[in-house]
């Protein structure tokens, strides 16, 4: 039996524009199971994080990711799913990346209240920047005279970096998000994690990948490691185990951590371009 159900109509008859789904019974349960079981962020305005650290935010974002998951359940039950690689987010079909006047001046902010570890996060974040904009045509600048009132308002910045307390290790955001929403949030876990051959530096590296627009790369896997559906993403390159945005835990084996492979250059590189130190290097020699 299939039914149409409405997000938030408690009643179940205010359908809004994209709020109604023909789902089956089972798919209503599974989605209020689902609904039940993600996390969301415990401040006013908090996030739903799905699938470790995307940050989705709202319910009906939320039950849009629940229909993508159903998407691809229902084709890999029917025809098959071509699977992909290096995965950029897409909106509407468009590459979801940093526009040509933001690509070197992704300037960012790091709070003082992390207190004994602002110095570490400052040193981290910048190795970590310079992972990406040293191969590859993008710069995140850490702009300090900000530090001190580094908040998801200050529009002096393209984006704030802030300690919270949470279930994650990190969380970041996607290009085409608000300046509300664009923040890199860290929790105290992600200092001293060896999880999965993870350290802070890596997982700076992937959240940083997140905000040049890169996807989870283990979504392709043919039996999926987390909810997150392969949709709404283009394929960069083939498929990389080793990638810096695919999982540790859902490697064979386990484990590697998180830092750039060549794919992971190219498939940035394909949309970025190549870092300006490597091109005047290149014409020197
Ligand atoms: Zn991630």
Redesign the pocket.
């Known amino acids: 039996m299939r039914r149409t159900y409405c997000l938030f109509a408690v009643a179940l008859t205010a359908c809004g524009p994209g709020s109604a789904a023909d789902l089956s019974s089972t798919e209503v349960e599974g989605w209020e199971s689902f609904r039940a079981s993600v996390h969301q962020e415990a401040w006013e305005g908090g996030k739903f994080i799905v699938d470790?650290?995307?940050a989705l935010a709202d319910e009906d974002a939320l039950f849009q990711y629940y229909l993508d998951y159903l998407d691809q359940e229902r084709a890999v039950e029917g025809f098959g799913v071509s699977r992909k690689s290096l995965l950029v987010d897409t909106v509407g079909g468009a590459d979801n990346i940093q526009t040509w006047g933001r690509r070197y001046q992704m300037t960012y902010c790091v709070s003082t209240s992390f207190g004994t570890r602002y110095d570490q996060v400052v040193t981290t974040m910048a190795a970590a920047a310079r992972s990406w904009a040293d191969q590859v045509g993008v710069d995140l600048l850490h702009d300090a005279s900000q530090d001190t009132n580094c908040t998801a308002s200050n529009n002096n910045v393209y984006f704030d970096v802030n300690p919270v307390t949470d279930t994650y290790f990190a969380r970041a955001f996607f290009p085409n998000d608000g300046r509300s929403a664009r923040n890199v949030l860290i929790t105290s876990s992600a200092f001293t994690t060896t999880s999965g051959g993870r350290d802070f530096e890596g997982i700076l590296r992937?959240?940083l990948g997140?905000t040049l627009g890169f996807r989870?790369e283990h979504i392709r896997l043919a039996n999926p490691c987390t909810t997150e559906a392969n949709t709404n993403n283009r394929a960069l390159t083939v498929y990389d185990e080793q990638s810096v945005m695919h999982y540790p835990q859902c490697r064979t084996p386990a484990g590697g951590g998180y830092r750039q492979t060549e794919l992971d250059y190219d498939g940035a590189r394909s949309l970025y371009g190549t870092a300006p130190a490597l091109i005047l290097t290149s014409a020197i020699l």
């Open positions: 470790g650290d995307i992937h959240e997140h989870h």
